[in-house]
């Protein structure tokens, strides 16, 4: 403790944020990691004489505020291994660096060599402290080979971290030498331990850390202080349930002509029927679509659970206040023209906080589409929406075109249960609808399509307990580097924007999306169809290339074709025509009728390795198959379609996903969907009810 202040407190006293190798080799040894030390000589006789007692050969750097780099300039020598030597180095040091302010002459053991690491930690804006780890020299210059985890860890995020790096196979072992695992995650354990409780620890680079097949030693440290950023509020707890299923539901600027958005948002409710009481309020009008409106909120008599408010952004404070001002605790904002135009938006934004805050409610965007929820015949959109089935797919979205327009198609091959719009989410955000959708009993799968994460360290929390319960699909755009931040060590200019989110998705356990296609994708296949117990698939294609196509994609993602046991054999020779080997891929050479493909699954349902189904069906006569598919008992197997050439079949293919069979285009995106639901539920240890 002493030490930590009288070090940091010199620092910052010197108007330095660096803390030199000496100083920074200091507090890491106070926390149990290993170094080689180093003391600081002022003169060669001071440096023969540490070098003495601590024993050749040693290594001298310079110890400058000035020298960041110290080995770029001639900073470093290496095993020097008598007193002469020590002499020489000292003074060639003291020369070089003469216009620098030195501190002294770092004088260290020589450590062995060993497998060169880096172990370093930077601050992500989003989600606060990052743990990096990578193997030294060209691995990390050259390749980046580096990987991420957001503090705190546990172990087993740490036994992950360290596996997803290319080189891992010469952590694990390589020609005879292997590195001490254990020692390694102690030390990145204490170096996370040490970070969390120091939150004036900006950036740590230990560059490099020889490893050892027992044991480490850091043979070169730095740390980076900066004041730290005063931490946020408290959150206040809020129950959701109200705004996603309220009884009554006030509309400010629902309207009565054609063409706006404040009727098309009121037209929405009226057509899918909300249950509810509903509220139209506008100032010039008597009656909204037939139904008879309110002048201003203030003038409805009642309690109101949910309001709406679109009207223009001017307008949009005075509608809020009056909506507080009635007791309405859960406000939609649809209203455009906030933040997303500048300054002066989110000032207004600022002031809707102080409102909400002021009279204990909770708000949504400004700048959204609303809140569609299909088990409240709820649909608030900006745009009309057609006729929505009741599903089972949670979407949270930062665009408002996916609970409109995006919607109109989608909702032919996908059900939902709720799509929530977030906008601008000056207060409701991201991570609040994601711990209410895990919650919610009608959610069985969630979609998020997020531009940026707000309060990041919450949002990994949040996501880890309901990706426990609920698989949790995350399509973040915005993955090219944004946000281009002044950094100083290795470690923070490694950390870039979004290999921060990728390992913080991963230790969520979220599954991230490429793009929409993807996204849906996955949402399609968990939301039709139960996760497979076990690895083996049955692959049945009516032509060989796109089974080998198939069996490639499930070998390449973690799963495998399913071994076929006598008697499956025995069963497939009868179906298959006699010209047809019986393998798996099942391969019918063109020929694969309706029948056969039935009696084929079936043979497959009764094979104890097969766990799920990956089907190649021929586009021409997808119509038959949809009679087929539907009246098979698949007893807790998945299955997924692939049609080549869908897009000319659509009718068909609705019938298919309608009946709760998902189609892909190709082996690939149907083997993608089935291995991301194997690894789920590999992950989740999910209780999958097993074969009969
Ligand atoms: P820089 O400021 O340039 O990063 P370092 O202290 O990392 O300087 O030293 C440069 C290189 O010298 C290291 O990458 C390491 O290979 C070697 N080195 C530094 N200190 C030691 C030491 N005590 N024992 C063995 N090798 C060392
Ligand atoms: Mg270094």
């Not at 600081?40 to 001071?46: F, I, L, V």
């Amino acid at each position: 403790m002493q030490m930590w202040d009288e070090i940091t407190s010199r620092a910052l006293g010197e108007g330095r944020s660096y803390l030199m190798e000496h100083e920074a080799k200091a507090l890491l040894e106070r926390e149990g990691i290993a170094t080689t030390g180093a003391e600081a000589a002022r003169s060669a006789a001071e440096a023969v004489e540490i070098s003495s007692r601590i024993g050749y050969p040693v290594v001298l750097k310079v110890l400058s505020p000035q020298v960041i780099h110290k080995s770029d300039a001639g900073g470093v020598k290496l095993n020097l291994n008598n007193a002469a030597e020590v002499e020489e180095a000292f003074t060639e040091i003291a020369r070089a660096f003469g216009d620098k302010e030195l501190a002294g002459v770092a004088v260290q053991k020589m450590a062995p060599p060993g497998l060169e690491a880096i172990v370093g930690l930077s601050r992500d804006p989003t989600f606060g402290p990052v743990l990096m780890f990578g193997l030294g020299g060209v691995f990390v210059e050259v390749i980046k080979d580096v990987s991420f985890r957001v503090l705190p860890v546990t172990e087993a995020d740490l036994d992950e971290m360290l596996a997803e790096i290319r080189a891992y196979p010469l952590l694990r072992g390589f020609r005879g030498r292997a590195v001490d695992l254990p020692a390694l995650k102690d030390l990145l354990l204490r170096v996370s331990a040490m970070v969390m409780r120091r939150p004036e620890i900006r950036e740590l680079d230990l560059n490099p850390v020889f490893l050892y097949d027992k044991g480490y030693v850091a043979v070169d440290a730095r740390i980076f202080l900066e004041q730290p950023p005063a931490s946020p509020p408290p959150r206040k707890i809020t129950d959701l349930r109200p705004l996603f299923y309220p009884g009554s539901l006030a509309v400010v600027g629902a309207s009565d002509t054609p063409g706006k958005l404040g009727w098309n948002v009121f037209r929405n409710l009226l057509e899918h029927r909300f249950p509810g009481r509903l509220y139209p309020v506008n100032i010039n009008a008597r009656t909204v679509q037939g139904v008879p409106a309110f002048p201003s909120v203030g003038e409805i008599d009642g309690s109101v659970d949910a309001a709406i408010i679109i009207v223009p952004a001017a307008h949009t404070l005075q509608a809020f206040e009056d909506c507080c001002r009635k007791g309405i605790k859960f406000i939609v904002i649809e209203s455009a023209g906030f933040a997303e135009m500048g300054a002066a938006g989110r000032e207004m934004e600022e002031k809707l906080r102080r409102l909400a805050e002021k009279y204990g409610c909770r708000f949504v965007g400004p700048n959204c589409s609303g809140i569609i929820n299909t088990h409240h015949n709820m649909v608030q959109s900006l745009g009309i929406v057609g006729e929505l089935g009741r599903g089972n797919i949670g979407l949270i979205a930062q665009a408002g075109v996916y609970a409109a327009g995006m919607l109109w198609g989608m909702r032919h091959t996908m059900d939902f249960a709720i799509v929530a719009t977030i906008g601008n989410k000056a207060d409701l955000n991201e991570t609040d609808f994601l711990e209410y959708l895990g919650e919610d009993e009608n959610v069985a799968v969630i979609c998020m399509y997020l531009e940026d994460v707000k309060a990041g360290r919450r949002f990994i929390d949040t996501a880890r307990k309901v990706a426990a319960k609920k698989p949790v699909i995350v399509l973040k755009s915005g993955r090219t580097e944004a946000g281009k931040k002044a950094v100083s060590s290795h470690t923070a200019s490694l950390a870039g924007n979004d290999q921060v989110y990728d390992a913080a998705f991963r230790q969520a356990g979220i599954i991230r999306a490429a793009d929409n296609e993807h996204m849906f994708g996955l949402a399609r296949a968990f939301s039709k169809q139960p996760l497979p117990a076990g690895d083996g698939a049955l692959v049945v294609s009516y032509t060989g290339s796109w089974g080998v196509a198939a069996a490639d994609a499930l070998s390449l993602s973690g799963m495998r074709p399913a071994e076929l046991d006598a008697e499956t054999r025995r069963r497939l020779e009868k179906i298959l025509p006699p010209h047809v080997g019986v393998n798996n891929p099942v391969d019918c050479t063109f020929d694969l009728n309706a029948p056969q493909l039935r009696d084929i699954i079936e043979a497959g349902l009764a094979c104890a390795d097969v766990s799920s189904f990956i089907v190649v069906l021929q586009a021409e006569i997808l119509h038959t198959y949809a009679r087929e598919l539907p009246g098979i008992d698949f007893r807790g197997k998945p299955i997924v379609c692939c049609v080549p050439g869908k897009e000319f079949a659509m009718k068909e293919v609705i019938a298919l996903e309608q009946a709760g069979f998902p189609v892909y285009s190709t082996p690939e995106e149907g083997v993608a969907a089935l291995s991301a639901m194997y690894r789920y539920a590999v992950r989740h240890r999910t209780v999958i009810p097993g074969p009969p």
